[in-house]
T-cell receptor, first 113, second 112 residues
């Protein structure tokens, strides 16, 4: 079945550095790729998403890139801050084709002050 | 008030007991989901419902059942809980655009 692989599982950076999390997906028909942030004791929250008709999307310090040929997409966080510390999940789905979100395994990001 | 609520937030129970986890939403969404989260495994889909009369199994439905009592309510039951069902459980809703999912705060379930 469809699956999404996410790396790394843990990531530690110094405040101000950049962080990159990568995901690969198996279903070539996937067309929607969201990223969720889960803070301690809370449910995941959408932080950014990208659809298959664009290659990059940016929102302030976060950006997502998509390479459909290679079937991978990445989350980039610049100028990291301690409040960026959380677990991040990537996901993939076929929007409007009855597809469900398939989640990656999660990345625990720690930003050290 | 939170748009997606889950009760209880924490539950400790014993092997063999029947447990019900409840989810309510005020977003007016038709689509609702139940996920299970385990360390290193991400979020895995247990059951989902696209409207009140629609119930579908996800990838790990064995040992679980659900009830969609109304558009706003979706309950998950463990008929006879076992220790490997110890996990964090999340409910989520999704609108007709079928993209963004909104998650509840989760229920931490421990089966002894």
């Amino acid at each position: 079945g469809e699956n999404v692989e996410q790396h790394p599982s843990t990531l530690s950076v110094q405040e101000g550095d950049s962080a990159v999390i990568k995901c690969t997906y198996s279903d070539s028909a996937s067309n929607y790729f969201p990223w969720y942030k889960q803070e301690l004791g809370k449910g995941p929250q959408l932080i950014i998403d990208i659809r298959s008709n664009v290659g990059e999307k940016k929102d302030q310090r976060i950006a997502v890139t998509l390479n459909k040929t290679a079937k991978h997409f990445s989350l980039h966080i610049t100028e990291t801050q301690p409040e960026d510390s959380a677990v991040y999940f990537c996901a993939a789905s076929r929007v409007n084709q009855g597809g469900k979100l398939i989640f990656g395994q999660g990345t625990e990001l720690s930003v050290k002050p | 008030d939170a748009d997606v609520t889950q009760t209880p937030r924490n539950r400790i129970t014993k092997t063999g007991k029947r447990i019900m986890l409840e989810c309510s939403q005020t977003k007016g969404h038709d689509r609702m989901y139940w996920y299970r989260q385990d360390p290193g495994l991400g979020l895995r889909l247990i059951y989902y419902s696209f409207d009140v009369k629609d119930i579908n199994k996800g990838e790990i439905s064995d040992g679980y059942s659900v009830s969609r009592q109304a558009q706003a309510k979706f309950s998950l039951s463990l008929e006879s809980a076992i220790p490997n069902q110890t996990a964090l459980y999340f409910c989520a809703t999704e609108g007709q655009s079928a993209d963004t999912q909104y998650f509840g705060p989760g229920t931490r379930l421990t089966v002894l």
